[in-house]
């Protein structure tokens, strides 16, 4: 049946595609079948859910490297929708891939598609393109270039692809065999309102994991009452003081948010010196930002 076809599958990789960085950021659709829905508001932040599938056979593994992003279709009501997440699982994983998703309103229309799926629904899949940070043994590697010190501009709903990022740093910092070179993440989330933040628990956690490496600051355009981080937008003097900054060889700026926030940002960081190879815009990489 269905389960033995999967066992059986040869392909190593469930996307060959995904790790062509020519230019052509899709692979090609694949059904996936929904093996569970684990409910993550204790674990990731309040209105998430890890949405996991089994791939084509239970040694597969992706395929695709940390800070690329996947499209997930399916049907409703004769209605096609598509969203846009980022794997929760490593690329190393074998026989499954996580997304991790929110359910409230911020998900989008196919976070209705998915509360209604069961465990055996079949959607289509497809790996798209984005950032390909590589984690080799000895380095951080971004377009074959060393990265030192990475800076993270999240935006709204465009902190979903950092969580992969810094995930996958705080398992490469932990596990990392021998002296630890000088790695630091910073990352500077801003969002509307205090509801709006998502996946805070994450962050929490990778920081007093690897507190010495990894730091994030929170802005809030509307702050409640007591508010001790941030207000109003993402100025230059913010950059400076919780990003990286003064520019230096080894560092990477990665944005991600809606298209007016990563045009200011990518303003922001040309004024403070930054060159355009020292920064990646999911904007402008792949035209998707803000709906991952």
């Not at 890890?50 to 996947?70: C, D, K, P, Y």
């Not at 630091?184 to 969002?191: E, W």
């Not at 990894?214 to 109003?232: A, D, K, M, Q, S």
């Amino acid at each position: 049946g269905e389960r033995a076809a999967t066992v059986k599958h040869s392909e190593p990789v469930m996307f060959p595609e995904a790790k062509s960085d020519d230019g052509h950021s899709e692979s090609k659709w694949v059904p996936v079948v929904l093996r569970e829905v684990r409910n993550t508001d204790k674990k990731y932040g309040m209105n998430t859910r890890e949405v996991r599938f089994n791939m084509h056979g239970s040694l597969q593994h992706s395929g695709m490297e940390i800070g690329q992003f996947i499209a997930l279709r399916g049907e409703l009501d004769g209605e096609t929708l598509m969203g846009y997440f980022s794997p929760i699982t490593r690329p190393s994983d074998e026989g499954v891939i996580g997304l991790l998703a929110r359910t409230d309103s911020k998900g989008g229309p196919i976070t209705r598609l998915l509360e209604l799926s069961r465990p055996g629904s079949t959607l289509h899949m497809c790996a798209m393109g984005g950032l390909r940070l590589k984690f080799d043994p000895e380095c951080i590697l971004f377009r074959d270039q060393e990265i030192k010190r990475i800076g993270l501009l999240a935006g709204g709903t465009g902190i979903a692809p950092m969580i992969q990022i810094i995930r996958a740093y705080g398992h490469y910092v932990r596990s990392h065999p021998g002296p630890l070179p000088k790695f630091q993440l910073n990352l500077i989330y801003a969002a509307e309102e205090m509801h709006d933040l998502a996946y805070m628990k994450i962050l929490e956690t990778v920081r007093d994991q690897i507190p010495s490496q990894f730091r994030f600051y929170v802005i809030l355009n509307h702050p409640p009452l007591g508010w001790t981080e941030g207000v109003g937008f993402v100025e230059r003097h913010d950059i400076i003081k919780h990003l990286i900054h003064p520019p230096t060889d080894g560092d990477l700026v990665v944005m991600c948010g809606p298209p007016v926030f990563e045009a200011a940002m990518r303003k922001n960081l040309a004024r403070l010196g930054f060159s355009n190879s020292q920064y990646y815009s999911y904007a402008e990489g792949d035209r998707v930002s803000a709906h991952l």
